[in-house]
């Protein structure tokens, strides 16, 4: 079955820091695709990064990296240099390409509380 | 583009009432979801469109709610008769086709007293 585990409930850093949050996914398609959304205290929800399961190269944007590893089934996003601004609730999700029922819907794990101090 | 808009933002309502959330997806997006996020249970699926059909509604609670797209612009999520334990907040989200980013609504609170 389809599942997206983020272990840490919520990270307080000071700003300045870099900060790794974790995503674990299970899956028993060979195509998937998975993604990041930020919840600002506003409330919206915010697409950041949308990957596929053929394409493993990590990815840049700005102070945001993303590290995909297939080996550990893994989706970790860091933050270089942490700003008061991206404090919020990062989500990770899952989509599966080929099983019936999940086709096309975003799975999503519990999400991660990132709290800056300045 | 106008975005993914939801209305209203905020609905108070007593138990027993219904209840209609409405949303209007992003034009030419072929896929409309409708999500709900509690503290408990986190952002779970409710019910997703293509094309205006309804594929996958096990997410649906039970028979008290319902949805409906009848057309490519306008989908609702009713709930009748509406409970204190639906109080959360509803987000749609639509996308362009299948397994691309879900762009999202800024949701409806939901309180029922």
């Known amino acids: 079955a389809q599942k997206v585990t983020q272990a840490q409930t919520e990270i307080s850093v000071v700003e300045k820091e870099d900060v790794t949050l974790d995503c674990v996914y299970e899956t028993r398609d060979t195509t998937y695709y998975l993604f990041w959304y930020k919840q600002p205290p506003s409330g919206e929800l915010v697409f950041l990064i949308r990957?596929?399961?053929?394409?493993?190269q990590n990815e840049i944007s700005g102070r945001y990296s993303w590290n995909f590893q297939k080996s550990t089934s893994s989706f970790n996003f860091t933050i270089t240099a942490s700003q008061v601004v991206d404090s919020a609730v990062y989500f990770c999700a899952l989509s599966e390409a080929n099983y019936g029922g999940s086709q096309g819907n975003l799975i999503f794990g519990k999400g991660t509380k990132l709290s800056v101090k300045p | 583009d106008a975005g993914v808009i939801q209305s209203p933002r905020h609905e108070v309502t007593e138990m027993g009432q219904e209840v209609t959330l409405r949303c209007k997806p992003i034009s030419g997006h072929d896929y409309l979801f409708w999500y709900r996020q509690t503290m408990m249970r986190g952002l779970e699926l409710l019910i997703y469109?293509?094309?205006?059909?309804?594929?996958?509604d096990s997410g649906m609670p039970e028979d008290r709610f319902s949805a409906k797209m009848p057309n490519a612009s306008f989908s609702t999520l009713k709930i009748q008769p509406s409970e204190p334990r639906d109080s959360a907040v509803y987000f749609c989200?639509?996308?362009?086709?299948?397994?691309?980013?879900?762009?999202f609504g800024q949701g409806t609170r939901l309180t029922v007293v």
């Open positions: 469109f293509n094309n205006n059909v309804p594929i996958d």
């Open positions: 990957r596929n399961s053929f394409d493993e």
């Open positions: 989200a639509s996308s362009l086709i299948r397994n691309t980013e879900a762009f």
